[in-house]
């Protein structure tokens, strides 16, 4: 049987997830992961070591018709609510009789949720949905019609209970391949060398696309707020140092703030265990509510302890084996960041702690076996008549 994942911008970061799903499902489907790329765009760095099968296309529309086209799966996987990913799957549902699930990596329709009463909410969807965008296959107007079709699907992942409780389905984490990320592999003083980092700091590590929500500017602030107490750098893997927001962290840090650009995912154990700390500090707004970033787990496995923001599913992943704070108190980071780097005793118990957890609740093994009763659930059944009965 051959699963279909359809994403929509190849060239994205965003695409973490889809890679992931593609690893786990490889192991017992023959699988395609589709995705739309425009003349000379490449697939995002980080991930272009899979084989993709890339949809090249100019336009929105040429592209949605392209991966419908292109789709030769038994089952179809949408990756997220948009045009080019859902909208593709409801069509060939619909056109072919395609069984198919919608995997929701986040809350991808908050934006009217920000407004701060009902009646800012709908004077924001009016506009959004009788102006202009409909060239862009994400825009809010496709992705808020899509969200009231979520029905639709057969079988809907969520990443978080927040979803879960809004969306139904099943709740499927975005853990790591621990056997990968197992800090027993690894030599933090060699690996230091290897990567030029300073082996005298202690380093608090990011990886991802660095972004204002993602609470690198408190990060950075508490940084220099503990110069001449605690010798430490950011270091920060995911976009060049030619970034305009990247620049003005560099700025902003003074030396304290390190930049390694885009690296493939392959490298993040290796960075990782480089590190002693992960801030994962992110500001408070809706999209929060139903995300969960990747990086926690990666974290976790590699037994490095985690500062994080309390937001949506974050206390009790982190409960007992990590640290919380609330997303606007930058006096509470500073002071925890300073606690967890000059108490190396609590800070290593914590992490080993963390990686026991994942292994239990959030690894690759346990999200194989819950993706696996996903799929079966929707198999086609022998009679071609649409998906077999869920099992229970």
Not at 274 to 288: E, F, G, M, N, R
Request: proline share 6%.
């Amino acid at each position: 049987m051959k699963v279909s994942i359809i994403c929509s911008k190849l060239s994205a970061n965003g695409i973490a997830r889809a890679w992931i799903l593609a690893q786990l499902l490889g192991r017992h489907y023959e699988v395609e992961a589709l995705g739309w790329l425009q003349p000379g765009e490449t697939v995002w760095g980080g991930f272009a070591d899979y084989p993709w099968k890339p949809v090249y296309a100019d336009t929105a529309r040429e592209a949605m018709a392209g991966i419908q086209r292109a789709v030769t799966g038994d089952i179809v996987l949408a990756y997220g609510i948009g045009m080019l990913t859902f909208g593709s799957g409801i069509l060939l549902k619909r056109r072919r009789r395609i069984p198919l699930i919608l995997d929701l990596p986040e809350w991808e329709v908050w934006d009217h949720f920000n407004r701060r009463n009902a009646a800012r909410r709908a004077m924001f969807i009016g506009r959004s949905l009788l102006g202009e965008g409909w060239s862009n296959p994400h825009s809010f107007k496709y992705r808020y019609v899509l969200d009231h079709l979520t029905w639709l699907a057969d079988r809907r992942l969520v990443c978080c209970e927040f979803l879960r409780d809004r969306y139904g389905g099943v709740v499927l984490p975005q853990g790591p391949n621990t056997a990968h990320f197992d800090p027993a592999r690894f030599d933090k003083p060699a690996l230091r060398r290897k990567w030029n980092l300073p082996e005298d700091a202690s380093l608090v590590f990011f990886g991802g696309n660095p972004m204002p929500n993602k609470g690198l500017t408190e990060t950075v602030a508490a940084l220099n707020a503990l110069e001449g107490r605690v010798n430490c750098r950011l270091v920060i893997a995911g976009r060049a140092d030619d970034h305009p927001y990247v620049r003005g962290l560099i700025e902003q840090g003074r030396g304290k703030v390190i930049v390694l650009g885009v690296q493939p995912f392959s490298a993040m154990p290796e960075l990782l265990a480089t590190a002693d700390l992960v801030v994962l500090h992110h500001q408070p707004d809706a999209k929060s509510r139903g995300y969960i970033p990747c990086k926690i787990y990666e974290a976790m496995a590699m037994g490095i302890p985690v500062i994080s923001a309390v937001h949506s599913d974050v206390p009790k992943i982190l409960e007992g084996c990590g640290y919380l704070v609330e997303s606007n108190d930058s006096a509470t980071l500073q002071a925890r960041i300073e606690y967890v780097l000059t108490h190396a005793d609590e800070a290593r118990d914590r992490g080993r702690r963390a990686r026991q957890r994942v292994i239990e609740r959030y690894s690759w093994n346990v999200m194989d076996g819950i993706l696996r009763d996903v799929v079966e659930g929707v198999r086609p059944s022998s009679n071609g008549r649409g998906p077999a009965p869920a099992r229970h």
